[in-house]
């Protein structure tokens, strides 16, 4: 599978702030996701990160909040913006396998608390 | 609303016990499922797959899926204080994208 890698591991910041999250890939991969993991709960998918193209996000989920890019095959970025205390998650990218079956591996997550 | 449905537990198995994991969709077009291994402070990481009725085996590991009942489960044999962790039962939607269950905490007891 796919080597993952996100950065930073973890932030801490203030409120009203933005913070990007960066996804590297150490092969080209078709489909790359963003998921965010509030505290105590499962992965939520924030939005489809497609290259050269808009990302498709999830109902909830909106540009102006997560902008996405992706401008190749091997790397993503996502912005949480104008960030309140209730963004405080685990935020993961994911990619698709290229086995055919639809799997998807994740990266080691990026913990981003807010004051 | 597409939904995956896991009892959160936690479960709690002596060591070298059965643990069984059981999880219920509502989308009858899915057609892959997945069982993904979350520690702690750590990210998931898949397991099984499976996407044909019946059993499929990996090791210690075996999943179970019964389409017309939209039900799949995982058995986890010698169940090892290792175990012990979060398991997210994962069904693929259109677009490639996943739905997750909420996770059923496994407990291992040496």
């Known amino acids: 599978s796919a080597v993952i890698s996100q950065k930073p591991s973890r932030d801490i910041c203030q409120r009203g702030t933005s913070l990007t999250i960066q996804c590297q890939v150490d092969?080209?991969?078709?489909?790359m996701f963003w998921y965010r993991q509030q505290p105590g709960q499962s992965l939520t998918l924030i939005a489809t990160?497609?290259?050269?193209?808009?990302?498709?996000?999830e109902s909830g989920f909106v540009i102006d909040k997560f902008p996405i890019s992706r401008p190749n095959l091997t790397f993503s970025t996502l912005t949480v913006s104008n960030m309140s205390p209730e963004d405080s998650s685990i935020y993961l990218c994911?990619?698709?396998?290229?086995?055919?079956?639809?799997?998807?591996?994740f990266g080691p997550g990026t913990r981003l608390t807010v004051l | 609303q597409k939904e995956v449905e896991q009892n959160s537990g936690p479960l709690s198995v002596p060591e070298g016990a059965i643990a069984s994991l059981n999880c219920t969709y509502s989308?009858?077009?899915?057609?892959?499922f997945f069982w993904y291994r979350q520690y702690s402070g750590k990210s998931p990481e898949l397991i099984m797959f499976?996407?044909?009725?019946g059993d499929k085996e990996d090791g210690r590991f075996t999943a179970q899926l019964n389409k017309a009942s939209q039900y799949v489960s995982l058995l986890i044999r010698d169940s090892q204080p290792s175990d012990s962790a979060t398991y997210l039962c994962?069904?693929?939607?259109?677009?490639?994208?996943?739905?997750f269950g909420a996770g059923t905490i496994l407990r291992v007891k040496s």
């Open positions: 994911s990619v698709l396998s290229s086995g055919g079956i639809n799997e998807q591996f």
């Open positions: 092969s080209q991969v078709t489909m």
């Open positions: 990160a497609n290259q050269g193209s808009e990302a498709t996000y």
């Open positions: 989308d009858r077009g899915s057609q892959s």
């Open positions: 499976i996407y044909s009725n």
């Open positions: 994962a069904v693929n939607s259109y677009g490639n994208k996943l739905v």
